[in-house]
T-cell receptor, first 116, second 116 residues
């Protein structure tokens, strides 16, 4: 029962480098999203998807790209890493956002990213 | 706009004593409310949620929360704290009457420490 799987767990990048955080879920969830967690700020939504081929911006999308070519996968791309992107990143999924707005969101274990 | 506040960054309680982690919310309509727990270097784990019905919601690990519409609160409680309950707790809200892809908004988190 894998749930939401994120890779890598830890990554150090140099400023200006690009990379992709991988996220996969095996629960046939329609909705997937990426959050970043910073001290004292809770979780902030970066991008989300309500189904394959559909993505949209969240609260803090700048510097990140996403795509959703399959139901299972939702990679997050950092285009040109900056020290401000040092954070913990969480992928999450749920069955749908509507009409079941009360659906539980399930989180991956996190990816710790440091940009130097 | 929806928002959630966790007024205490840190809560300390002695093992065996009751614990309360506070959460207040703001939505334009009616809320869906969630509590998540995060252990060190781990992802967020779902504890419980309020959708509709009984204002007292029971969740995992002996936790419960009471929805109070007049006070716009959803405090997390446990009758007898365990050292293993020490973790970071997040409250989250989604406006039930908002648009098709309204996201969860998280509080900034409360660090609970249970002292032996």
């Amino acid at each position: 029962n894998a749930g939401v799987t994120q890779t890598p767990k830890f990554q150090v990048l140099k400023t200006g480098q690009s990379m992709t955080l991988q996220c996969a879920q095996d629960m046939n969830h329609e909705y997937m999203s990426w959050y970043r967690q910073d001290p004292g700020m809770g979780l902030r939504l970066i991008h989300y998807s309500v189904g394959a081929g559909i993505t949209d911006q969240g609260e803090v999308p700048n510097g990140y790209n996403v795509s959703r070519s399959t139901t299972e996968d939702f990679p997050l791309r950092l285009l040109s890493a900056a020290p401000s992107q040092t954070s913990v990143y969480f992928c999450a999924s749920s069955y749908s956002v509507t009409p079941g707005g009360g659906n539980t969101i399930y989180f991956g274990e996190g990816s710790w990213l440091t940009v130097v | 706009a929806q928002s959630v506040a966790q007024p205490e960054d840190q809560v300390n309680v002695a093992e065996g004593n009751p614990l309360t982690v506070k959460c207040t919310y703001s939505v334009s309509g009616n809320p869906y409310l969630f509590w998540y727990v995060q252990y060190p270097n781990r992802g967020l784990q779902f504890l419980l949620k309020y959708i509709t019905g009984d204002n007292l919601v029971k969740g995992s690990y002996g936790f419960e929360a009471e929805f109070n519409k007049s006070q716009t609160s959803f405090h997390l409680k446990k009758p007898s704290a365990l050292v293993s309950d020490s973790a970071l707790y997040f409250c989250a809200v989604r406006d039930r009457s908002s648009g098709s892809a309204r996201q969860l908004t998280f509080g900034s988190g409360t660090q609970l420490t249970v002292l032996p």
